[in-house]
């Protein structure tokens, strides 16, 4: 749990930390409601602390700022000895507890383990919650299944908070329909969603596009532009593919998100910029951050919360539902999946999860005019697939070979000469296998 402390009082301040931290708890503390709310707004703090007398503001003035910010936030109010009035009055305001100075610190922790448990119950009693009320989200993100119902709970949650959200997952799990569930859910949703592919920049054109350009800045800015933050202004700006930004334009980009303000090239004056920020990634940043490839101070700025979206084949109860979806958003007419072929789909192994599912489903019913869809329809990768890491050695080899097959007729445009040539066997031989591994090439069938 992680616990921000908030207290004027120097000795006072470091006593609880020191305390709470050798109990396990992640702390930070600040000096005053200003610093505090600052500090609040950066990191998914889930207990706060707070002295209620302070010079610049009242801990309870602070505490109804950051339930603004985050209505789920606990609160334990640390009072003057003696002021039960007041410490009634604190509760009224939506502390969790109260403490009297001098504190205790046994007592402390009790109290902090009973909110701990409140935390946990309250959580699994609003999953309960959100999997009822599934169907009134802005998006059709199809997945009932425990994995899928974490995901969106967990973004539920982030959406109103001003927090920055990594979400990993595989290429199309769904990370850009997760971010823009989460601007959809959040309290700008009525801003702009801009989004950035930061894979697909050429290194000189970075700063110009995320920061934008002043006529004249460069050869070729013939008018000036605006970048992505600005676009993003009042809204979400979504850094997609935030893995493959180069090392060397990382201290742009974090100096950007620190400072919220940024200056277009060739311009003068700074703009300040108010933005959500998600981003989303394939790679395994923590890795990357190892191998000296990413920023450290960089990850920690995005990572603030982190969503995995899980693959596909990790979550297989969702695929008939995700079949149905499809089906009814490319054929016009109904369609029949019969059950050998959802059998063999849901076999299957979706390196392209469900961008990939998606795909084969739009090609089935496109090729296939009839209303029934069967396993024969499917495509070759999906009809022959088997787990490779299974079975013995010949099962093995079997399997290897089935996929060199295929993917040379791939290749060859269905052209067995071309083909045969290309592995280095004969066409009869190849004619052969086809055969023994119940290979047709389509539209000679
Ligand atoms: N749960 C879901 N329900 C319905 N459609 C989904 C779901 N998840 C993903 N999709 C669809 O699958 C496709 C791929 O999703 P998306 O583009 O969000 O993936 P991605 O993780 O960003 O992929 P990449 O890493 O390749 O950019 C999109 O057409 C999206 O609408
Ligand atoms: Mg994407």
Known sequence: MKILI??????????????????????????????????????????VLLDHRMPDMTGDQVLAKMKAVNPLIRAIMITAYGTVDTAVEVMKLGADDFLEKPVDLSHLLDKIQMIEQRIMVDEEASDVA???????????????????????????????????VLIRGESGTGKELIARLIHLLSPVNDGPFAEVNCGAIPENLFESELFGHEKGAFTGA?????????????????????GELPLNLQPKLLRALQEKRICRVGGEK???VEVRVLAATNRDIKNLVEEGLFREDLYYRLNVFDIELPPLRQRKEDIPDLIAFFLEKYSPLPVTFEPDAMTTLIKYSFPGNIRELEHIIQRTVTLNRG???????????????KATAQGNLSERLEAVEQEMILSAL????????????????????LRYKMKKYNIEVRGQR
């Open 6 to 47: 908030v207290d004027d009082e120097d000795m006072q301040r470091d006593l609880l930390k020191g305390f709470l931290k050798k109990k396990g708890y992640e702390v930070s503390s600040a000096a005053n409601g200003q610093e505090a709310l600052l500090t609040f707004a950066e990191l998914p703090f889930q207990l």
């Open 130 to 164: 959100e999997t009822l009320i599934q169907s009134d989200l802005p998006l059709r993100i199809i997945g009932d299944g425990p994995a899928m119902n974490d995901v969106l709970s967990l973004a539920r949650r982030v959406a109103p908070t001003p927090w920055t």
């Open 222 to 242: 013939v008018s000036s532009r605006r970048g992505r933050f600005e676009v993003a202004q009042n809204g979400t700006l979504f850094l997609d593919e935030i």
């Open 270 to 272: 700074e703009i300040s």
């Open 371 to 385: 209303r029934v869809v069967r396993a024969a329809d499917l495509p070759p990768e999906v009809r022959f697939y």
């Open 410 to 429: 791939e290749k060859s445009g269905g052209i067995q000469t071309r083909a045969a040539e290309s592995l280095g066997i004969s066409e009869r031989v």
